[in-house]
């Protein structure tokens, strides 16, 4: 049976702990998305913006696999959403899910769990930097939701990861302007950017965007 294939941004980039959650997953190679970031809401989400970037890493994983990752994901709650995009992969399009979280403030990680996701980059031989500046950004645009308000709450205020630069918090307003994906219907893309506006994209601009590093 062909395997699914599944685009990791946070800590499902780290081998050692997919290997525990998902055992029978199999990584390819590391996977850069244009117009797309890495954005922190205590934990890893990715968001469209226009001239982005994002680093991620792509498996081939199981159905029970996906099912392992759905009951993680908190997709049963409401915490993360599954999507896809559609990658040319080997000469065949294929469907390639991801988990977008059903969130909509910004709040840096903690230390812990950056240093899984940094272990990620580094099994996938992504770039770092791009995990640095989502951390950076985190601070300089915290926004924190009642949800993430809670987190912070009961977090140790210790363990939060910090950026190089110092930090300020930033009002709604000044946070820049990303999008989230909210349907792709035929030959086009539904984006709801932050702002409220609702833009319509060619998908071709999500297929031909999402390629596998070289190296």
Known sequence: MQKSLMWAFGSNLNHAHMRARCPNATPIKGLYIDHAKLVFRSVA???????????GGLWEITKECEERLDRYEGVASGLYSKLSIRLLYRGEERDCLFYQMNEEGVMPPS???????????????????????????????QYRTPYLQNRFKRSDSQSIAHPRLGSRVCEASNRKRLGRLQAIRDDTATVKWNDGEVSKLPVHRLRVAARLQTA
Do not use: K, T
């Open 45 to 55: 989400d990715v968001m469209f913006e226009r001239g982005a970037i994002a680093a």
């Open 111 to 141: 230390n812990s769990y950056l240093g899984i996701i940094r272990q990620g980059y580094r099994d996938f031989g992504l770039d770092e930097r791009l995990l640095n500046e989502a951390v950076d950004e985190a601070w300089h645009n």
